[in-house]
């Protein structure tokens, strides 16, 4: 999505949602960068799990260090006790081999993705090992640029979402759902938002 969608998008939402448009007069409109497609961006998306940037950007570094090529091919020659060196736990290196022969082997295409419907690439991700529904959410996002999608389970959502509001409490993902049904068809552009909000 780029700086026109997300504009328009947002201007879609406000005139349905008088919280949206008093919250966007204060905060303005967020933007957003694309990531790559494919092996490195779930690659990343393990690696920066329950991690901090900063130790999550050194362990990336490490690894691409290792591969010659971004590839699952590239992944799968690395024995698994170097990617553990290199500051992976156990189960990450699990994750991350598990991805690789998934891609190799033809279970999981990235590319096939863009003939699936959002639930449909979401069920075909989550059912990879080591990645959940907000994974798979984010993926769509922030790598294919899919127009409605609201990852509902994030807590900074939820907390934002609370916040423009005006709740008393920190909403449910159910409730945060419901909540932003109407902002369909541009959810995701709402998502950004709410992340834009947290940020400021």
């Known amino acids: 999505m780029n700086k026109t969608q997300i ?11 008088r919280h949206m448009a008093q919250a966007l007069e204060i905060h303005g409109y967020p933007t957003m960068s694309l990531q790559p497609r494919g092996f490195e961006t779930f690659l990343c998306t393990i690696i920066n799990q329950q991690l901090s940037s900063k130790a999550a950007a050194t362990i990336l570094a490490r690894v691409m260090a290792l591969l010659p090529v971004c590839s699952a091919k590239s992944l799968l020659r690395l024995p698994d006790q170097i990617l553990r060196d ?8 699990e994750y991350l081999k598990g991805l690789a022969q998934a891609i190799e082997s033809g279970d999981f295409e990235p590319e096939s993705l863009e003939e699936l419907d959002d639930e449909e690439a979401i069920e075909s991700i989550t059912r990879l090992r080591g990645f959940g ?11 294919m640029g899919r127009r409605d999608i609201f990852p509902a389970d994030d807590l900074i959502i939820q907390t934002a979402l609370q916040k423009i509001k005006r709740m008393r409490t920190r909403p449910t993902a159910k409730a945060a759902r419901k909540k932003v049904q109407h902002w369909a068809p541009w959810r995701s552009v709402g998502a950004l938002f709410l992340w834009h909000v947290h940020e400021k």
């Open 133 to 143: 529904r907000w994974s798979a959410e984010n993926y769509l996002i922030f790598s």
């Open 7 to 17: 504009k328009k998008g947002l201007d879609a939402i406000a005139a349905v949602d």
């Open 86 to 93: 290199a500051g992976l736990s156990w189960r990450k290196v």
